[in-house]
């Protein structure tokens, strides 16, 4: 597409949106300059092509379409069968999976779905050997009863929210804490890192259904070979999300043991964070669970979307260029200078560095939180989001962490030099930044000190550090 059509779509766009409703135009131009002038360091966000964005906006919004590629429950959804078969082709030939399935609106829609496509697989129930269980309305009650009783209280082993696993992996606020009986395996405490025998002990001892691998928050690689042999030695199925280093994985930087896909019997992803899409979930299969996963909708999900799905594709595909392999490479070439630049001035990073596209700084060396160093950071143009470090202090809101990714700025073009930049702006600005007191005078968790003056001075030096690499360059709004 060329730069006056870029311009020409969304301005246009824009204007059809004013003309209705002029506060959603001016925020959407807004949030285009705010992005444009700050340091994005949020490790899930990215910025999907001006490609994939407008097939987010169409015609396919229109349309419900449950069910899958030539068996829906509605009439006319010739072309979403189209998208949707498009999305999916690309979604297996990119990460040479043998089943994909692209309607999840979320990774945790995507997790979801996972999960009831094991349970609904693997649990030994008279009320799932009975063949009318494909047919959901077929069902009496006393087969919903042993059903129910079957599929409580199952087991699931995943990695602990604090050590840099998901909410969904069994953190008991969430769902999938309630869906099962789970149980954590941390980072070894003097490294930071997965302890492989300690997987394997907590497995032979709690003995799960799922083992699930994947993390939100964890530096490093994943060994998904080892942790496939710990699910076989105890009969459980392996699930990995992967949402956060999918981009990795389809850009070949992560190969052999570290890629996920040939080791799963399930994998999950979203669609955007490292792979740069639209905002959406996937899950990836062997053969034997495809038909489950296929029941996503109406097992878990409400009606698909079209047009994210036709979104999807037009990602999918442009993962699947060359250039995508450099840009994978390059997210974990910055990650690591980021991370060399932040050590090199006294920073206290989990792990000591970092394998993939995220680095995580205990700012408790600071002096600080994890909610005062966001804050203090989004003051001055650098946005970035607090996370817990293993064997947290404050807990899952204050923090003790803050984690910072590179998937958006590799985008943008920077490297390892604004990197080294990026690093020095950081740290100045943590330097800088004290806790706060509350009104009775004792410590506070969330309020702190920071120069003004100082914090709009690091906020011009970041935009100015971006202006050689501008976002969106073929969009003019003006």
């Not at 042999?229 to 459980?236: K, L, M, Q, R, Y």
Request: glycine residues 10%; hydrophobic residues 40%.
């Amino acid at each position: 597409m060329s730069r006056n059509a870029e311009s020409t779509a969304f301005r246009s766009a824009l204007e059809v949106i004013r003309a209705v409703e002029p506060r959603v135009a001016d925020a959407i131009g807004a949030e285009l300059t705010d992005q444009r002038e700050s340091l994005k360091l949020i490790a899930s966000e990215n910025y999907a092509s001006p490609a994939t964005l407008l097939a987010m906006g169409n015609w396919f919004s229109d349309k419900y379409a449950e069910g899958t590629v030539g068996r829906r429950f509605y009439a006319g959804c010739q072309n979403v069968d189209t998208v949707e078969a498009l999305a999916a082709e690309h979604a297996r030939e990119l990460f040479g999976a043998a089943h994909a399935y692209v309607q999840p609106h979320s990774g945790i829609d995507a997790n979801l779905v996972a999960f009831w496509a094991v349970l609904a697989d693997r649990v030994e129930s008279p009320a799932l050997k009975k063949a009318q269980v494909r047919q959901v309305n077929d069902l009496t009650e006393a087969d919903w009863f042993a059903l129910r009783r079957e599929l409580g209280n199952q087991r699931m082993l995943g990695m602990s929210l604090d050590a840099g696993g998901h909410l969904t992996h069994g953190f008991r606020p969430n769902i999938s804490g309630k869906m099962f009986d789970q149980r954590s395996y941390g980072t070894d405490p003097a490294t930071g890192l997965i302890d492989y025998d300690r997987v394997a002990e907590a497995a032979r001892e709690f003995k799960p259904l799922i083992l699930v691998g994947g993390y939100s928050a964890y530096p490093r690689k994943v060994n998904f070979r080892i942790l496939r042999e710990i699910a076989d030695s105890v009969g459980a199925t392996f699930m990995v999300d992967m949402a956060h280093f999918a981009g990795l994985v389809a850009g070949k930087v992560f190969t052999g043991d570290f890629d996920p896909v040939p080791h799963a019997h399930i994998v999950t992803t979203t669609t955007h964070k490292s792979l740069r899409g639209p905002r959406g979930g996937m899950v990836l299969c062997q053969p034997e669970l495809a038909d489950q996963v296929d029941r996503g909708c109406p097992m878990v999900l409400g009606g698909p979307l079209p047009h994210v799905m036709a979104a999807k594709a037009v990602a999918l595909a442009e993962a699947r260029r060359p250039d995508f392999a450099d840009y994978a490479q390059r997210i974990v070439d910055n990650a690591q200078a980021l991370a060399e630049g932040l050590l090199s001035r006294g920073a206290t990073l989990v792990t000591g560095g970092t394998d993939n596209h995220l680095v995580l700084i205990d700012v408790s060396g600071y002096g600080l939180t994890g909610r005062q160093a966001e804050q203090a950071l989004l003051d001055s143009g650098i946005v970035t989001n607090r996370n817990s470090v293993p064997q947290d202090p404050n807990g899952a809101w204050y923090t003790s962490g803050i984690r910072i990714g590179t998937p958006a700025l590799t985008t943008r073009g920077l490297g390892a030099a604004e990197m080294d930049q990026t690093a020095e702006l950081i740290h100045t600005v943590l330097t800088q930044t004290t806790a706060g007191a509350n009104a009775d005078g004792t410590p506070s968790k969330a309020k702190y000190n920071l120069d003004a003056g100082l914090a709009d001075k690091i906020a011009r030096q970041a935009t100015d550090l971006l202006a050689t690499y501008p976002l969106y360059p073929g969009i003019d709004l003006s």
